[in-house]
């Protein structure tokens, strides 16, 4: 079993940033690879990024390339999701995620065994 815990979620304005953290405990988290998904009200939980279990290999969501960063610290048992320039669009309930099946990383919804409970992100002025 993995437990997992966002923190870092929070209403900012459009432009701004902010770094939401997954600490999780449990089973071997440097063994799964991770991954950040968002829903916001009305619509499917969709894929924003997902990282490795090393950490060396990143997939992001066409939507958020070039804005928003993923990392782990296997020391810490902890993912981030950085995130800059945020829009109103970027508004959502962000979960964090862990798959038991693959070390490599994913963006299907299917294949993560583990979830958050999520932090609220409200991008609006």
């Known amino acids: 079993q993995v437990q997992l815990v966002e923190s870092g979620g929070g209403l900012v304005q459009p432009g701004g940033s902010l770094r939401l953290s997954c600490v999780a405990s449990g089973r071997t988290f440097s063994g799964s690879a991770m991954g950040w998904f968002r829903q916001a009200p009305g619509k499917e939980r969709e894929f924003v990024l997902s990282i490795s279990s090393t950490g060396t290999k990143t997939g992001y969501a066409d939507s958020v390339k070039g804005r928003f960063t993923i990392s782990r610290d296997n020391a810490k048992n902890t993912l981030y999701l950085q995130m800059n320039s945020l829009k109103p669009e970027d508004t959502a309930m962000y979960y964090c995620?862990?798959?038991?099946?693959?070390?490599?990383?994913?963006?299907?919804?299917?294949?993560?065994?583990?979830w958050g409970q999520g932090t609220q992100v409200t991008v609006s002025s």
């Open positions: 995620a862990a798959t038991s099946r693959r070390l490599n990383f994913t963006p299907f919804f299917g294949d993560y065994d583990y």
